[in-house]
């Protein structure tokens, strides 16, 4: 078997080393330079990789890959894609050997999102086609390009021992070019839910509110659109926009996808500032209970802090649930040791409990702006 690692880059002085001898195992080590102006052809050269510099006109993402794959020599058998700020867990290749075999065609490995490279924390992780056949597979799209096979009958294998870590540079200016890339790719196929999707997202972070709402609801409508999660996203980005029909969108939103814990801490939020206590403390205590993440791209790491415990605590308060209260806020606590308005909550909390215990009452001081402060 003959494996090459390959992929394009652009001034990736920073990652050049790190990827390259990340990828020391394979046969091939092959980049694709775009128009680089710092030492990243240097650096990935003088570490033994092949570099190519080419230029793309109008750029595109998928050109760029397609160009590069055909860089990949002929009597190559297994092809692997991989960017630049992405690098391999040692022993992949031997992995890799294990489970390819004669039909396989692609392969799905596992990839690991961290914050950075010296922090092991797994953020987020998903199965990914990074591995493929040298033959019957391009790139499709200008952008948030997906690799697609072309050839007869396709035949995927995967392996979660194959590891990709993942530790995204959030400086590069990379993302400026995106919007307009994924209007071109809308036009060039408007019936493609995920680029649909995607180009909504990015037009509410735009603030285009307008047409977001438009383009995620077109994506809800398509017949192509059927993962449940990602469909709940779309329509608590409609709940954020449209607030007057908030409560409508996030109700929608989880009956597609109620093992979402974020679902449900949309839905608190909303409670709380309708003062709906009961059904507050409802939302609080489904999303308590969905303890697994989904290891989609789409987990929220805001929605598994304190929150949902601290509303629900203020929940069960207004309900004179007080033992339930000083549970959940001593856990709200817990997240966030040294938030004073949860200290002040949880103190106040026991406090109450014992004197509901002794019948003595009288100090029972209506601290709820205190109690439900956001933050």
């Known amino acids: 078997m003959k494996v090459a690692v390959y992929t ?11 990827w390259a001898n990340s990828a020391v195992d394979a046969d091939y080590r092959i980049v694709a330079d775009t128009g680089s102006t710092d030492d990243t052809v ?6 033994g990789v092949t570099v190519h510099r080419i230029a793309v006109r109008p750029w595109r993402f998928d050109d760029a890959r397609n160009a590069a794959m055909a860089l990949i020599p002929h009597d190559v058998d297994v092809c692997c894609t991989m960017d630049m700020d992405r690098f391999l867990e040692l022993g992949w290749r031997a992995k890799l050997e294990a ?27 998903w199965p990914a086609k990074n591995f493929h056949h040298r033959w019957g597979y391009r790139f499709k799209r200008p952008v948030h390009e997906a690799l697609v096979f072309t050839g007869e009958r396709e035949v995927t294998a995967s392996s979660s021992d194959i590891v990709m870590f993942e530790v995204q540079d959030l400086t590069k200016p990379t993302r400026s070019s995106y919007l307009p890339l994924m209007e071109v790719a809308h036009k060039e196929d408007p019936a493609d839910a995920q680029i649909c999707f995607w180009l909504g997202r990015d037009l509410m972070w735009a603030n285009q509110k307008d047409r977001a709402v438009e383009l995620l609801e077109r994506y809800l409508a398509l017949p192509t659109s059927t993962w449940g999660e990602e469909r709940a996203e779309a329509m608590r980005y409609i709940a954020r926009m449209r607030p007057e029909q908030s409560l409508s969108w996030l109700d929608k939103a989880r009956m597609e996808a109620p093992h979402r814990r974020e679902i449900w801490a949309d839905l608190a939020e909303e409670l709380h500032g309708k003062a709906d206590w009961l059904n507050l403390f409802w939302a609080c205590t489904n999303g308590i209970e969905r303890t697994h993440r989904t290891g989609s791209y789409l987990d929220d790491q805001n929605c598994w802090g304190f929150r949902l415990f ?13 033992d339930r209260a000083v549970e959940w ?20 909390f026991v406090r109450l409990r014992e004197e509901e215990r002794t019948g003595d009452i009288e100090t029972r ?11």
């Open 310 to 322: 601290d509303l629900g605590a203020i929940a069960s308060w207004h309900l004179n649930a007080m």
């Open 99 to 125: 489970v390819w075999t004669r039909e396989t065609t692609a392969l799905y490995c596992q990839t690991v999102y961290r914050a950075s490279v010296d922090d092991p924390t797994p953020l987020r992780n």
């Open 329 to 348: 806020g001593q856990r709200a606590l817990e997240l966030d040791s040294v938030n004073q308005r949860l200290k002040n909550n949880l103190e106040f």
């Open 42 to 47: 240097e650096r990935l050269t003088a570490a």
């Open 8 to 18: 394009i880059a652009l001034n990736e002085a920073a990652n050049a080393e790190r």
């Open 365 to 375: 001081a209506p601290t709820d702006a205190a109690a439900t402060q956001r933050g």
